[in-house]
């Protein structure tokens, strides 16, 4: 199972590192991808990362403030989160991903770890 990691309460403009332990050998997924979700709300694509040539994509609203990495010597995803603002606000996961249209997509994948809260807020 995925495990994410590294959530908090922050302040508007405050930074977080989520991190994110993959399971399996990492030829095993074509990306892993971050995926974040508020309350009664279906998650939403925030971030994902290709293991063959690590090619990232990035969800327009948080384009240029967060940066998606993946260590394969740790088999972890991180996730650097600069810039932080009250939308934010949700609980992250990771999950393996597809890219459709430039959009990170968990496609059915159903088996979402714990995830991580993370609050901005002053």
């Known amino acids: 199972q995925f495990v994410e990691s590294g959530g908090g309460l922050v302040q508007p403009g405050g930074t977080l590192l989520l991190s994110c332990a993959v399971p399996d050998s990492p030829s095993d997924y074509y990306a892993i991808g971050w995926f974040r979700q508020v309350s009664g709300k279906d998650h939403a694509g925030v971030s994902c990362?290709?293991?063959?040539?690590?090619?990232?994509h990035y969800s327009s609203t948080v384009k240029e403030r967060f940066t998606i990495s993946w260590d394969h010597a740790k088999n972890t995803v991180y996730l650097q989160m600069n810039s932080l603002r009250p939308e934010d606000t949700a609980v992250y996961y990771c999950?393996?991903?597809?890219?459709?249209?430039?959009?990170?997509?968990?496609?059915?994948?159903?088996?979402w770890g714990p995830g991580t809260q993370v609050t901005v807020s002053s």
């Open positions: 990362i290709t293991e063959e040539d690590s090619r990232s």
């Open positions: 999950a393996p991903s597809g890219v459709v249209s430039g959009t990170c997509d968990f496609g059915d994948f159903e088996d």
